[in-house]
């Protein structure tokens, strides 16, 4: 799995058949969409360290 930033979106990709292709969701972080990567992303540049990181463990804790 593969996840790249283009300067404007997160995009996952997985490996399939030896070929890389667009995937809508992490395999190893299951709820983790490109644009929640991206969304936490842009937040991490807008807000402080410690916010930062509490926003990011409550969307965790929310997705059980």
Known sequence: E???YDG???AIWR???GRYVKAKS???LPPV???VATKFLEESRALRSAE???R???W???QK
């Open 15 to 17: 490996l399939l058949e």
């Open 52 to 54: 930062w990181v509490r």
């Open 33 to 35: 969409s490109g644009s």
């Open 56 to 58: 990011v463990q409550q």
């Open 26 to 28: 992490s395999a190893a």
């Open 8 to 10: 404007a979106s997160v």
């Open 60 to 62: 965790a804790r929310d």
């Open 2 to 4: 593969v996840w790249r």
